[in-house]
């Protein structure tokens, strides 16, 4: 079983819709977690990142931590053509710095 | 400026070839990475540096060999390559391995075909 499960999709959506992504986990050592967007052909480009359960927000993007069930979201307000990429959950452990163990990713395509 | 630059965008070689990738950033992060990424797969951690130091090392085969010259740059030069290693090679960097910041910038990539 992997230590990072995400939905790899395709996920499509019309324009305007609410997106949400998931990824669950099985390391409880998992204390710093990070969304990433990669358009095609390009490097990840950070989204957001938290290190708490809880909500975080930026703009139209929310970040969820659930750590309890070792759950964590990210949400897409008013998805936009241009939020068409594949997202890609990360998380690593305290102790373990400079690995991040990241989810398969998820391709979203929002149409207009 | 969160921005990392990678140098080539492409590239293609053969298998006999050397040749190096270049990464740079201008961030004041202290810690770097490479990473392969395949088709329609998560980056896959290769290299990490800390303060100029190699701090980890994925068991990377020896036809890659990493070299961090000071704290902006970070070069991986390529020897013997097989068709098998095309990919895009990723570099990132994050503020430092001491410091508690887990979050990686990455850079766009270099596409590397070998023939």
């Known amino acids: 079983q992997k230590e990072v499960e995400q939905d790899p999709g395709p996920l499509s959506v019309p324009e305007g819709a609410i997106v949400s992504l998931n990824c669950t986990y099985s390391?409880?050592?998992?204390?710093?977690f990070m969304w990433y967007r990669q358009y095609s052909r390009k490097g990840p480009e950070l989204l957001m990142y938290?290190?708490?359960?809880g909500n975080k927000e930026d703009g139209r993007f929310t970040a969820q931590v659930d750590k309890s069930s070792k759950y964590i979201s990210l949400f897409i307000r008013d998805s936009q053509p241009s939020d068409s990429a594949t997202y890609l959950c990360a998380m690593s452990v305290r102790t373990n710095a400079g690995k991040s163990t990241f989810g398969d990713g998820t391709t979203l395509t929002v149409k207009p | 400026d969160t921005e990392v630059t990678q140098t080539p965008k492409h590239l293609v070689m053969g298998m006999t070839n050397k040749k190096s990738l270049k990464c740079e950033q201008h961030?004041?992060?202290?810690?770097m990475y490479w990473y392969k990424q395949k088709a329609k797969k998560p980056p896959e951690l290769m290299f990490v540096?800390?303060?100029?130091?190699?701090?980890i090392n994925e068991s990377v085969p020896s036809r890659f060999s990493p070299e961090c010259p000071n704290s902006s740059l970070l070069n991986l030069h390529l020897h013997a390559l097989q068709p098998e290693d095309s990919a895009l090679y990723l570099c990132?960097?994050?503020?430092?391995?001491?410091?508690?910041?887990?979050?990686?910038?990455f850079g766009p990539g270099t596409r590397l075909t070998v023939t």
């Open positions: 938290t290190y708490s359960s």
């Open positions: 540096y800390s303060y100029e130091k190699l701090s």
């Open positions: 390391n409880s050592a998992f204390q710093y």
């Open positions: 961030m004041g992060h202290r810690a």
């Open positions: 990132a960097s994050s503020q430092s391995l001491a410091v508690l910041s887990y979050e990686q910038y």
